[in-house]
């Protein structure tokens, strides 16, 4: 049995068990006693994460004032620490009313165990299913029936950049064509000026593993991506080996204290000054728009990540009504304001993101996000990830996030490519 199923299956045996001796009837009245508390759980303590949340929360209060939010946070890299947390919750029967996550594969164990409720009717109703991109809707129902509320769509494959840096070194972000000329880019900004090539951080393996697969599909096309998604790791031996030791030559570039921060502590030493170039999701427009001064296209601008053009790699949160719900009319209240147009209008611009719903007005988005919003519906292609969990299952990601922690330390190629084909058994 696979650990990914194994705690929801010990939930499931704690849940038959209490049923037996009766537990089930004290559930029931402390969910009575608790009332319209609504705990939502969530890794949003960063920056503009935090800001969007706050936003997102005073639109539900607005229209639910009788609701008493219970804010509770897992800050860690990527989901790292709640992911832990909402899984002990689950298997000891104290589910939060509600917690953030990645749809797609990520929802897969708790689907299998029955965790989640069905929300298909409570919540999607036919005028959000007709807003709502399709392509969104399906990793909201990765078993059939609709279990979450995804809330924005983010792009990962960015490529942010200092623009008086860059300016300086005679470096044109637009004309680096290839993952591999972009060494040629950061060689430059460090000859020419005192700023680093690339902010990172290596202290949790994410951001790297973000960074190699938009580097794989830079070099490689987004099929073939797909088709290591899809489990194909070992007949794709040469592709991942490249895009591997493309990064090992990219961590000469990083900061020397890589290792030490944190990817929004990284991304301020783009504002600063410190580095040229950053590869992040568009969450990290969001830290630059909270930063006094720091205007879009005067002091930082983007391009898609060097051959990734025509590609939108998204990236979606998304919030589910956990089973044994301790605030059931709660909980609904705010998954359906989640996929409204005020919920969405408030949240996604100050986040970085960009709406799920077609619907939203362009208003509040300033020029970058209506650029992402165009740039999305340009695109050819929309890739999954590993490192945001909607690509692969939740247990092939936490093996792939291991051989990335093994990666920072000593950038071995070759044993990194095995434990990745490993990852997949």
Not at 39 to 56: F, R
Not at 85 to 93: A, C, E, H, T
Not at 220 to 228: K, R
Not at 231 to 243: F, L, P, R, W
Request: proline content about 6%.
């Amino acid at each position: 049995m696979n650990g990914g199923r194994h705690w929801l299956s010990r939930r499931g045996y704690v849940k038959r068990l209490a049923g037996a001796v009766g537990l089930a009837g004290l559930a029931g009245s402390s969910q009575a006693q608790q009332g319209q508390t609504l705990e939502i759980v969530h890794w949003w303590t960063a920056g503009g994460e935090e800001e969007a949340l706050n936003a997102l929360l005073d639109g539900f209060t607005e229209q639910n004032p009788q609701v008493e939010i219970n804010n509770n946070p897992a800050p860690g890299g990527a989901g790292s620490a709640l992911d832990a947390v909402i899984r002990n919750r689950i298997v000891n029967q104290n589910p939060p009313s509600t917690f953030q996550i990645w749809p797609g594969e990520s929802l897969t164990p708790y689907t299998e165990s029955d965790a989640l409720v069905d929300i298909g009717d409570s919540i999607w109703g036919q005028g959000m299913r007709d807003a709502y991109l399709e392509s969104v809707q399906n990793v909201a129902r990765p078993a059939g029936n609709f279990v979450a509320v995804p809330i924005n769509i983010h792009r990962l494959n960015n490529l942010f950049y200092n623009v008086e840096v860059v300016e300086s070194a005679g470096v044109d972000p637009s004309s680096i064509d290839s993952p591999d000329a972009l060494v040629g880019a950061m060689e430059t900004v460090q000859s020419e000026t005192d700023a680093i090539g690339m902010a990172h951080q290596t202290q949790s393996p994410w951001s790297t593993v973000q960074l190699w697969e938009t580097v794989f599909i830079g070099q490689h096309g987004p099929q073939a991506f797909q088709q290591f998604l899809d489990g194909n790791a070992s007949d794709q031996e040469d592709q991942i080996k490249s895009s591997l030791e493309l990064v090992s030559r990219y961590s000469e570039f990083f900061p020397q204290d890589s290792g030490s921060v944190t990817w929004d502590q990284a991304n301020a030493r783009v504002i600063d000054g410190d580095a040229a170039f950053i590869h992040q999701g568009d969450w990290a427009a969001g830290q630059y728009r909270a930063q006094e001064g720091f205007e879009y296209q005067d002091q930082w601008d983007y391009v898609p990540f060097p051959g990734t053009q025509g590609a939108y790699s998204m990236v979606i949160d998304s919030f589910v009504y956990p089973d044994s719900n301790p605030s059931p009319e709660a909980t609904e209240a705010f998954l359906n304001y989640c996929g409204s147009v005020d919920a969405q209008e408030r949240f996604n611009p100050i986040k970085g993101s960009i709406p799920p719903r077609t619907d939203v007005p362009d208003d509040e988005f300033g020029p970058f996000l209506t650029q992402q919003k165009q740039d999305f519906a340009d695109s050819d292609s929309q890739p999954f990830t590993v490192a945001h969990g909607s690509g692969v299952g939740p247990e092939t990601k936490t093996a792939i996030d291991e051989a990335f922690s093994g990666f920072n330390e000593q950038y071995n190629v070759d044993a990194t490519y095995q434990d990745i084909v490993d990852a997949f058994n």
